[in-house]
């Protein structure tokens, strides 16, 4: 999940990207109201973490502009903690959720793991595919209820393949939702995650299955049997042959 921060507090902000990424977010961090208004006109993230006391352009504003260009993205904001009226227009303009400052990390995570699900179509906590599933809430993986050890990456990676199952997933589409905003990742970087992640998901089942030149694309072992058998699926729509290479 891609999250961007606006959040003007230098400290504040450091010590929320450190948590969130040690939780597995890509965390991009803006400083100010304009920056965080170019940021989601030109960029697509799964949550907004919004302080509402930003220079140059306000918290509310940039919500007002973002909820103007009919974006359905979870807003989370930050206020000050006597700041009921801010807190209470910001929830009227759009806002998703609110935290009033100080707050424990362990709660905004939650609420954080909360919003992304809610983004994502909510839905049940636990997605399966196969003997695969993946709890939402825990960020933790299974096969034949076996927890698979998996790093940050692979679970991004994971979760997005999830996300669109039977659908093709490019490199492209992996680097923005896996990296932060000016992080380069090459191709070969890619490839690695999914390499590493294919080892230990490919045990039964499930598979990453390769669209040579378009992408990835996660299925059940059946599945890719029958599609090539049948010449239908995902085969035969890319016309392009399928390995796991």
């Known amino acids: 999940m891609r999250i961007l921060l606006a959040e003007d507090d230098s400290v504040l902000a450091d010590g929320l990207t450190r948590s969130l990424r040690q939780s597995g977010y890509a965390i991009d961090g803006v400083r100010n109201g304009q920056e965080a208004d170019t940021a989601l006109s030109t960029q697509e993230f799964d949550l907004l973490i919004l302080d509402l006391g930003l220079p140059k352009m ?26 009921v009226e801010q807190r209470v227009e910001g929830l009227d303009l759009g806002a998703d959720d609110y935290m009033a400052k100080p707050f424990a990390l362990s709660e905004l995570e939650a609420r954080v793991r909360a919003l992304t699900r809610r983004g994502a179509g909510g839905g049940p906590t636990v997605v399966r595919h196969g003997p695969l599933a993946y709890d939402q809430v825990g960020r933790s993986a299974y096969i034949d209820d076996q927890m698979l050890d998996l790093s940050a990456r692979e679970l991004g990676l994971l979760e997005i393949l999830l996300a669109r199952t039977g659908r093709l997933v490019s490199k492209e589409q992996l680097v923005d939702h896996l990296c932060e905003w000016g992080e380069e990742v090459s ?59």
């Open 187 to 245: 191709n070969n970087a890619i490839e690695v995650y999914v390499h590493r992640l294919r080892k230990k998901i490919e045990v039964g089942g499930v598979r990453i299955a390769t669209v040579r030149g378009l992408g990835y694309c996660l299925e059940k072992y059946s599945d890719a049997r029958a599609g090539a058998g049948t010449g239908s699926g995902t085969n035969a729509a890319a016309g392009h042959a399928l390995d796991s290479k």
């Open 58 to 83: 306000s918290g509310l504003e940039v919500l007002r502009r973002l909820r103007a260009r009919s974006s359905l993205l979870p807003v989370l904001i930050l206020t000050a903690a006597d700041s």
